[in-house]
């Protein structure tokens, strides 16, 4: 039997990088997996080090749904009196930091094990160390899970990761947005979701992503690939609904 957890994922920043290197940090326009196992790492106190509990928590199957598409945004960054590799002369560097703004995101994680998945969720409302999506000043904006793991938002079911894309309430929690849209698919508006979930390498329309942590060793960081498959779900007024009194 499958069972899987229901995350929130809201920050006004967000950032998760797919590619960044130097000078240049990009930002993938929904999270990736080696970021969602790193705030788990890090709730659950896993050291940086401990590359077999990274590659455990890995294994699991992941779904994202966007509930509210983000904006990409650029930081420029300048450090003065860097160092060349011989460390005689010194230069300005220039660098670009890109980030999401005001995205919402609803992660699903899929597990065999249901007793697994009740750590991660009492890990990440009481975490060893501070949760941040993508840098240390992109903190949540609100709970990441329902403080009760049977609850039937952000809780643990007994669902597949895709039927939690499907049918978990709607997330976005601005009031304009909500009314307008509540309106548009009440008159028989379509409204859609985009979706990204794991899936099978032989998926005709898979899509491969270097986002699989396979150390988070600080000189040593490795990542595997996985197929993801896009996609799209209908917003429907249950699930309009059945969100509204996460809107805090």
Known sequence: MTHTLALCL???MQSWGLRSRFQSRDTAQEPTKSGVIGLLAAALGIPRDADHEVRELAKTRMGVRVDREGLVERDYHTVNHVPNTSGKAHRTVVSHRY???DAVFLVALEHEDRAELLRWHAALNDPVWPIYFG?????PARPIVSPDVDAPLLGVTEQS???VLTEHGWLENRAKDRDSTTTAVSRGE???LRTLIDTGADDEIAEPRRDVPVSFHPRNRLYGTR???PGHVQLTEPMIHAGAHLCT
Request: proline fraction near 5%; aromatic fraction near 10%.
């Open 10 to 12: 809201d920050a006004p």
């Open 99 to 101: 980030y999401l703004a």
């Open 190 to 192: 379509e409204r859609s």
């Open 135 to 139: 840098r240390k000043a992109f903190v």
């Open 161 to 163: 990761a895709t039927d």
């Open 227 to 229: 197929s993801v498959r």
